[in-house]
């Protein structure tokens, strides 16, 4: 026949461990949570800088040639208002939705 008293301390001792357990995860999920929400922030903000790059990377490619190839800046010059006036265009359109 089992001692009711071992079993008493045995669920003390369980119920010790449990509640000092479920302190650390608390401490633990206020250090998570935050970091989550600042990960969905740089991820939004990296998104952001990635599209921005994708953009204007033909535009600063253009820049780069120019510089590389003055003889050529008329014709350069003309292909980067091109791009500049569609990416305007696609900026109003992104505003708009």
């Known amino acids: 026949m089992p001692n009711p008293n071992n079993n008493k301390k045995f669920n003390d001792e369980a119920l010790r461990i449990n509640r000092s357990l479920k302190k650390e995860n608390d401490k633990l999920k206020e250090l998570i949570i935050p970091m989550q929400d600042l990960g969905r922030s740089l991820k939004k903000e990296n998104d952001e ?23 050529q800046s008329d014709e350069i010059m003309r292909e980067i208002k091109v791009l500049l006036k569609e990416i305007e265009e696609l900026r109003g359109q992104n505003e708009k939705q």
């Open 49 to 71: 800088l990635k599209y921005q790059v994708d953009m204007y990377g033909p535009v600063i490619n253009l820049v780069y040639r120019m510089y590389c190839i003055p003889s």
